[in-house]
């Protein structure tokens, strides 16, 4: 496991630098729609990256509503709605945004019930027994004050398939220590299990936190897979970094992800000790409402598992979440698992690290490398942690439907700017 010099390092949060304003009277950039509208002319060292890497589309969509319907849902009679799409076009990734859509109505009954501990606050529940009701991997346990490992009792993935668990029941409360401890016990199980298949090199990190995310269990808990076939989504990045880079005359796919969010003011780099960094983006093309993408060195990483613990308080104290989604991949295995900097050798880092704390239109005559401390090279392949949000529990309506599983699209009820505040509030705790 982790060293625990790694594990407590202090770390500090600075914002990026955003776009150069080169003219006073150009409008500020507040919102996904500022984005849309600005952006291809938008002017400062990581705008080439946003072009690069998103494609922005907008238009007004209109329709004619009926007395009856305009009064009661207070709507103009000359319905005019701005919609705008935002696609990542290296990974097609692709959400669409609409205010007019935070506003509709839903007429399935609310479900107070989902909000029940069908456990009896923890007395049936079976990972609250962990010692003798989960099942143990041939290497044993790996265990700290807060968390410990398993094995699954129903795999789905080979040639190992585990669980990690909150020694405490209740799956929203947990404090960074406890992050931590979770985070710690999962990359030791993710070596353990490698040195025992060596063959197997695709690690990949799962937490579904409540029914609607896909948890069967309401103890806070997740799930870690090593297997010798990738899980799309990584066979997809890795081709993706690829594609990337030959279009874009040896260009990072990560570091233009990071450029490309920097460039208006969605980025926040996490910097701890000896070299040790991670980035934090609130996306604008998330695939699910309120993504957050962290990307850091391992899980050994001190700033990876503050940032990690900042989104996720982020949506759950900040933005009322209850059910979430968080996987990483990309995860670091073996002699490439460490807490360096953000590429697993500080040697790699171009810049020094030190930067400053500012918002949009700072920062100016810095180097794209120096402002962001991002390595250098397009062979950058950087551990990846998503996190987003499921929707309201209460709301028996999924929040995944064709436009998600046929289209491969996604609505982002929530602007990314409103998120990525909430994220500065638990970075600066």
Request: with cysteine.
């Amino acid at each position: 496991m982790c060293t625990r010099s790694s594990a407590r390092a202090s770390v500090a949060v600075r914002a990026t630098s955003g776009a150069s304003v080169e003219k006073a009277s150009a409008p500020p950039i507040t919102s996904i729609f500022d984005v849309a509208a600005q952006a291809a002319t938008l002017a400062g060292p990581n705008a080439d990256a946003l072009r690069r890497t998103y494609a922005f589309s907008s238009g007004v969509a209109r329709c004619t509503v009926g007395a009856e319907l305009g009064q009661k849902y207070n709507l103009d009679l000359d319905n005019q709605q701005l919609v705008i799409s935002c696609t990542n076009t290296a990974t097609l990734e692709q959400a669409w945004y609409n205010e007019a859509r935070t506003r509709k109505p839903q007429t399935f009954k609310a479900d107070p019930s989902a909000l029940v501990d069908p456990t009896d606050g923890g007395k049936k529940c079976d990972f609250c027994r962990w010692q003798v009701l989960t099942a143990e991997d041939p290497w044993g346990r790996l265990e700290r004050p807060h968390a410990v490992t398993g094995s699954n009792l129903f795999k789905y993935g080979e040639p190992a398939h585990g669980l990690v668990l909150f020694k405490h029941h209740d799956p929203l409360a947990f404090s960074r220590e406890q992050l931590s401890d979770f985070i710690e016990v999962s990359d030791g199980w993710f070596q353990a299990a490698h040195a025992h298949h060596p063959g197997a090199p695709h690690a990949f990190f799962i937490w579904n936190c409540g029914a609607r995310a896909g948890a069967s269990q309401y103890h806070g808990h997740g799930q870690l897979l090593l297997t010798h076939t990738p899980v799309p989504a990584q066979a997809r990045l890795d081709q993706q970094a690829l594609h990337h880079a030959s279009a874009h005359a040896g260009a990072c796919l990560y570091a233009d992800l990071v450029r490309a969010h920097a460039a208006v003011g969605l980025a926040r780099v996490v910097e701890g000790e000896a070299g040790d960094r991670c980035w934090v983006m609130a996306h604008l093309a998330p695939q699910k409402d309120m993504e957050v993408i962290v990307l850091g060195s391992g899980l050994c990483s001190a700033a990876f598992r503050r940032a990690l613990h900042a989104a996720l308080r982020a949506l759950v104290d900040g933005l009322g979440v209850q059910t979430f989604n968080a996987g990483i991949l990309n995860v670091p295995l073996g002699s490439k698992s460490g807490s360096g900097s953000g590429s697993g050798s500080a040697d790699a880092v171009s810049g020094n690290g030190t930067g400053h704390v500012g918002g949009r239109g700072e920062g100016e005559g810095r180097g794209e490398g120096e402002d962001l401390g991002l390595p250098s090279g397009a062979g950058w392949r950087p551990m990846m942690a998503r996190v987003v949000s499921r929707g309201r529990v209460t709301q028996p309506a999924s929040d995944f439907g064709c436009l998600e599983v046929i289209g491969h699209a996604s609505i982002g009820h929530t602007d990314p700017f409103v998120v990525i505040s909430k994220v500065d509030e638990q970075l600066a705790l």
